[in-house]
């Protein structure tokens, strides 16, 4: 097993410790950092980046030779971790006797130690590993830090009454949201400071929904809206990128349902519970979607598209097109092209 020690206080010294122990090469962007691996001990990429209220984020895209141990080091705070599991599985301990604890894919933790108290992350070998892990602090640096109220301090003020002198550990539910947000902010294509302000304000949505996950969670009334199994969870979110990427296929229930081995029931709970739509409505609403890509990079008029991407009503898209768009296809089209012709 290889060990590896990193101190998480500093964003350039992860890196720089994962850059000595990995080898690769890295790359920063302002405050983000990217490690490209591709040598016999590990393959991936490893993401991160610090903002402001003491938040800051490394992602884990890797694939390791060996089995490898992480030792997150306190050496002066305790910083409370937000961490999700969007492939594979590893396991957490406090210190390196601890008690081993896993968690899967799509599964959140939420976990804290004493100061001078490692948090332990097992990787396994061969394995394609996707983890985000969230550092939020818990003590501040400087006194811009120090106001009553940073998000830091309310963060810490959500999981201990007073001071976090003991470990805490928390294994979430299945959330296949979480997921999807940390895709969109994989998806951020712009740089420099547009691209620090995007990554922020998705990092803080994802950072509130592990929050109301954990509160979720302790709230008995909301444990049946999360009874979907695992394998089910996969399925849904597996239904969900078919529909995405071909939503012009004339889908049903009944198809969906038998494509899936799920009953309609459960389709709809899944559909609820992670894109808070019907079925048929996340259908509709990709369609839409695919519809203002197509008026934005195709020749095609709108008749040609309403068509080619499942509707059999040019009335009915034009009204669900204005309730997103706030305008008509036609108006759409003009406003990117004046010279446009929208038949």
Sequence with gaps: MKTVTINTEKIDAIFEQLHSNFGGKVTSDLDEFTLEVNNSSA????????????????????????????????????PIY???CSQGSLSHSFGVLGEERKFKTFQTAITTSKVNQDNVLFFEKEKNTKFTLIIVGTEADNQLYALDNSLSDKVKETFFESSNDEDFFYLGSYNLQIAEKIEQLNAVTQTGIVRKLLKEGILRIIL????????DDLNAFSKDANCLTLREMEEIKELSEFIKNSPEEPFTIKSLSKKSGLSPNKLQEGFKMIHNRTVNDYITHMRVLKAELLIRTSDLNISEIVYCIGFTSRSYFSKIFKQKFNCSPKEYKFNLNPLAITA
Excluded: L, P
């Design 43 to 78: 393959k991936g990429s490893i993401i991160g980046a610090s903002f402001n209220d003491n938040i800051s984020y490394v992602q884990f895209d890797m694939n390791f030779a060996v089995d490898v141990r992480i030792d997150i080091t306190n050496v002066k705070t305790a």
């Design 82 to 84: 937000f961490a999700y």
């Design 208 to 215: 509130a929904m592990e929050i109301q996950q954990h509160t």
